[in-house]
């Protein structure tokens, strides 16, 4: 396989979906513009674009759904060559879709859910999970395998962090619910925290997504609470983990992100295929599993608890903060880049 000249990189975003996929995307794609590749990003639909050439990368919108990939081929494959690789990132990829590309060009595959036995090029799964995953049944195919956080596709920020200082009290906490929040838990939780005395002079720093479509509500509730303070498009995510004492964020990439920086955390799942992610940080003793935020109301004053205990326990957070960085150390996205250009 020869060094590719261009990459395209073929993910959505939207309300329905959230972010992420766009989002780590755009992380690997500045890693491989760092290393001289031409990167263009190929989306069903604009609403995602405003980040992509914000990025400064260029973008070309197929006119399709998002949900429909096979359906999709007429308008994709004209764009690309034999000298191209394209990153594909969505959970409804199809065989159809990878089998009609891959007669054009090679293909990287972020692989979560291994929903099916890819013929992908290159497989990722950057998730701790994915270094537990059982992979053999990939022993005897032409793939290669990219697992485990070590790949994970961070922002350079995220790099080379210095080591976390665990003050003994916590004063501020970050609140990460992801770029749309479909089950509305800013606000859910919002409404427990209003009712919880327990946390007088701690400072809550909510950011809100760009996807987020209750941000009235939202500013609302903030105005009625003295202790907290809302974020939107922020630039420098880095610095506002490193400057919070404890987090609380959904168990999607965010949470690499602050492992990177060292932020003790308690993640929580709002969909299914979060639920291994969850479990394994809580399992290697990175992160508390607050549990799933379907579960209805009873799950808010019990997420309340889960980070009371955490926030009071200064040696536990100052033995999480260290593995965590131990774990991640934010040059995933450079190792990635190195891997797809074969440079590694």
Same mark, same amino acid.
């Given at each position: 396989?020869?060094? /590719?000249?261009?990459?395209?990189? =073929?993910?959505?975003?939207?309300?329905?979906?959230?972010?992420?996929?766009?989002?780590?995307?755009?992380?690997?794609?500045?890693?491989?513009?760092?290393?001289?590749?031409?990167?263009?990003?190929?989306?069903?639909?604009?609403?995602?674009?405003?980040?992509?050439?914000? =990025?400064?990368?260029?973008?070309?919108?197929?006119?399709?759904?998002?949900?429909?990939?096979?359906?999709?081929?007429?308008?994709?494959?004209?764009?690309?060559?034999?000298?191209?690789? $394209?990153?594909? %990132?969505?959970?409804?990829?199809?065989?159809?879709?990878?089998?009609?590309?891959? =007669?054009?060009?090679?293909?990287?595959?972020?692989? %979560?859910?291994?929903?099916?036995?890819?013929?992908?090029?290159?497989?990722?799964?950057?998730?701790?999970?994915?270094?537990?995953?059982?992979? &053999?049944?990939?022993? %005897?195919?032409?793939?290669?395998?990219?697992?485990?956080?070590?790949?994970?596709?961070?922002?350079?920020?995220?790099?080379? =962090? /210095?080591?976390? *200082? $665990?003050?003994?009290?916590?004063?501020?906490?970050?609140?990460?619910?992801?770029?749309? %929040?479909?089950?509305?838990?800013?606000?859910?939780?919002?409404?427990?925290? !209003?009712? @919880?005395?327990?946390?007088?002079? #701690?400072?809550? +720093?909510?950011?809100?997504?760009?996807?987020?479509?209750?941000?009235?509500?939202?500013?609302?509730? !903030?105005?009625?609470? /003295?202790?907290?303070?809302? +974020?939107?498009? $922020?630039?420098?995510?880095?610095?506002?983990?490193?400057?919070?004492?404890?987090?609380? *964020?959904?168990?999607?990439?965010?949470?690499?992100?602050?492992?990177?920086?060292?932020?003790? &955390? #308690?993640?929580?799942?709002?969909?299914?295929?979060?639920?291994?992610?969850?479990?394994?940080?809580?399992?290697?003793?990175?992160?508390?599993?607050?549990? @799933?935020?379907? +579960?209805?109301?009873?799950?808010?004053? +019990?997420?309340?608890?889960?980070?009371?205990?955490?926030?009071?326990?200064?040696?536990?957070?100052? *033995?999480?903060?260290?593995?965590?960085?131990?774990?991640?150390?934010?040059?995933?996205?450079?190792?990635?880049?190195?891997?797809?250009?074969?440079?590694?």
């Amino acid at each position: 396989m020869s060094n /590719p000249t261009e990459i395209f990189f =073929r993910a959505d975003g939207n309300p329905r979906i959230g972010s992420g996929h766009i989002m780590r995307c755009l992380s690997l794609a500045g890693a491989l513009r760092d290393q001289g590749a031409r990167c263009v990003f190929l989306l069903a639909d604009d609403q995602m674009l405003p980040a992509v050439t914000g =990025r400064g990368f260029a973008a070309r919108v197929l006119g399709t759904h998002w949900q429909d990939m096979a359906a999709e081929l007429p308008a994709l494959l004209p764009l690309l060559h034999p000298d191209a690789l $394209v990153v594909v %990132d969505s959970y409804a990829l199809v065989p159809a879709w990878l089998d009609a590309v891959q =007669r054009l060009c090679p293909v990287a595959q972020f692989d %979560d859910e291994d929903a099916f036995l890819s013929t992908a090029d290159f497989l990722i799964n950057y998730n701790l999970y994915g270094v537990d995953r059982d992979y &053999t049944r990939y022993r %005897d195919r032409p793939v290669r395998l990219l697992l485990g956080p070590a790949y994970a596709p961070l922002r350079p920020e995220f790099s080379h =962090r /210095p080591a976390r *200082a $665990v003050p003994d009290t916590v004063q501020n906490i970050l609140v990460s619910t992801g770029g749309a %929040d479909p089950e509305n838990v800013a606000g859910q939780l919002l409404a427990a925290l !209003a009712a @919880d005395v327990r946390w007088q002079g #701690v400072t809550f +720093h909510l950011v809100v997504g760009a996807l987020n479509p209750r941000l009235p509500e939202l500013e609302r509730a !903030a105005a009625a609470l /003295p202790n907290l303070v809302l +974020h939107r498009n $922020v630039a420098r995510m880095d610095t506002l983990m490193s400057a919070c004492d404890a987090a609380v *964020a959904a168990a999607g990439s965010t949470l690499y992100e602050l492992c990177a920086c060292g932020t003790p &955390t #308690v993640t929580y799942v709002l969909a299914d295929n979060q639920i291994p992610g969850a479990q394994g940080f809580a399992r290697r003793n990175l992160m508390d599993n607050a549990g @799933d935020c379907r +579960h209805g109301p009873a799950f808010y004053p +019990h997420l309340l608890d889960t980070l009371y205990a955490l926030c009071t326990d200064a040696p536990r957070r100052a *033995a999480m903060a260290a593995a965590m960085q131990q774990t991640v150390d934010g040059n995933g996205a450079a190792r990635l880049a190195a891997a797809l250009l074969g440079e590694d």
